[in-house]
T-cell receptor, first 111, second 116 residues
Framework: GDSVTQMEGPVTLSEEAFLTINCTYT??????LFWYVQYPGEGLQLLLK?????DKGSNKGFEATYRKETTSFHLEKGSVQVSDSAVYFC??????????FGAGTTVTVRA | EPEVTQTPSHQVTQMGQEVILRCVPI?????FYWYRQILGQKVEFLVS????????KSEIFDDQFSVERPDGSNFTLKIRSTKLEDSAMYFC??????????????FGPGTRLTVL
């Protein structure tokens, strides 16, 4: 079935460091891909999305490119801030519109 | 900006009791979902709902679970007889029928259910 595998955490970084969280997927057809973020004590917020191959989603300095050839959607940010500390979830929607989430990656950014 | 709301934010109940978790989806959305996240685990799909009926459910969503849209604004998840393993964060989500966000699910803040 459809599934998402993302890099296990936790990840601890210093402020202004470069962040990459790897995400690969298995799906039939052409799913849409998402990154959701969960800040401490809060719900899930959509961070960015891409709906077709080679699309790049971007928001708040984060980027991810839909790579069909490698079935990947890695999340990157060039310079993280303390406020980026959160759990990041990669997710996909196949044709039936039910989200499948990865396990989540906890990111902690130190000042 | 419109948002999905959920009540209560935290519910504590005794094993075997019934609980109802409430959600108010975004007003012009037509697709509704429940997900749950057991502490430290991934977010899991429970059920999707469209046109006043369940369109898909996971194997987690057994006979103890039910969903309802009792009026034009609320979307509820009922657990008839709670078990310890039902303790989790429950997220409601809604999705529009069309438009640029048609495949984007908007999540509420969640209800933390604790079963003692």
């Amino acid at each position: 079935g459809d599934s998402v595998t993302q890099m296990e955490g936790p990840v601890t970084l210093s402020e202004e460091a470069f962040l990459t969280i790897n995400c690969t997927y298995t799906a039939t057809g052409y799913p849409s891909l998402f990154w959701y973020v969960q800040y401490p004590g809060e719900g899930l917020q959509l961070l960015l999305k891409a709906t077709k191959a080679d699309d790049k989603g971007s928001n708040k300095g984060f980027e991810a490119t839909y790579r069909k050839e490698t079935t990947s959607f890695h999340l990157e940010k060039g310079s993280v801030q303390v406020s980026d500390s959160a759990v990041y979830f990669c997710a996909l929607i196949p044709n039936d519109y039910k989200l499948s989430f990865g396990a989540g990656t906890t990111v902690t950014v130190r000042a | 900006e419109p948002e999905v709301t959920q009540t209560p934010s935290h519910q504590v109940t005794q094993m075997g009791q019934e609980v109802i978790l409430r959600c108010v989806p975004i007003s012009n959305h037509l697709y509704f979902y429940w997900y749950r996240q057991i502490l430290g685990q991934k977010v899991e799909f429970l059920v999707s709902f469209y046109n006043n009926e369940i369109s898909e459910k996971s194997e987690i969503f057994d006979d103890q679970f039910s969903v309802e849209r009792p009026d034009g604004s609320n979307f509820t998840l009922k657990i008839r007889s709670t078990k310890l393993e039902d303790s989790a964060m429950y997220f409601c989500a809604s999705r529009p029928f069309s438009g640029s966000s048609y495949n984007e699910q908007f999540f509420g803040p969640g209800t933390r259910l604790t079963v003692l």
